[in-house]
């Protein structure tokens, strides 16, 4: 697949097969996930990925603000957790932030990974959703994340059982400007 295809193409999905995610084929993808740019290539960045008893459990118990995140997990066969690992990224060696933007950059790292996973998974003919509304607290929790680390994302992963439509974008004319 071309990129621009695979950019073009990829959308949110939030339908699933029953179809599970063959182990394999998500370590290759997530190979291809980590040629993603970082800070200084701390590549800090981190990967769940959550099946089973506990992918339910976070399902029902997690998504209170939205409920419709808990329904599409609750159906997904797969749900990542995109975690960065704390205090690296953007750091000075003596504990200083190289700028002005303080820790905000392992967002942005963050950020880039996860639609290097997208478009990835895309190609492979997996779909996704990324899941920004849920209780980071809870799942945290149930996830055992350590102090060193922060859960950032969740992501549904799974085969599409659902075509959706390109939500409209804005015109370039609104997206760029040039100045000299
Ligand atoms: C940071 C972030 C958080 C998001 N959180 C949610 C969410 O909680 N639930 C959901 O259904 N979609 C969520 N989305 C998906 C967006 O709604 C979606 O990307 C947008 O509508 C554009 O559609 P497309 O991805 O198909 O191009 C999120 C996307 C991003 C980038």
């Keep these: 697949m071309e990129a621009k295809e695979c950019i073009l193409s990829r ?9 599970p995610v063959d182990h394999d ?20 960045v981190r990967y769940i990925a959550i099946e089973g008893e506990l992918k339910d459990k976070i399902a029902k118990d997690c998504f209170a603000a939205w409920p419709r995140n808990g329904e599409i997990t609750e159906k997904a066969p797969m749900l990542v957790a995109l975690t960065v690992i704390k205090n690296r990224c953007a750091y000075e060696r003596d504990g200083s932030f190289t700028t002005w933007r303080g820790d905000a950059w392992q967002m942005f790292d963050c950020g880039i990974a996860c639609q290097t996973f ?5 190609e492979n003919g997996l779909g996704t959703v990324v899941l920004g509304i849920f209780d980071q607290d809870i799942t945290s929790k149930y996830l055992e994340i350590p102090e060193d680390r922060e859960l950032v994302a969740l992501m549904a992963v799974g085969y599409p059982d659902e075509t959706p439509n390109a939500p409209k974008r804005k015109p370039v004319s609104e997206l760029l400007s040039y100045k000299a």
């Design 11 to 19: 959308r949110s999905v939030r339908k699933f097969k029953d179809t």
């Design 25 to 44: 084929l998500l370590e290759s993808i997530i190979e291809v996930s980590s040629y993603a740019p970082s800070w200084k290539h701390t590549q800090i």
């Design 118 to 122: 997208a478009l990835a998974l895309h």
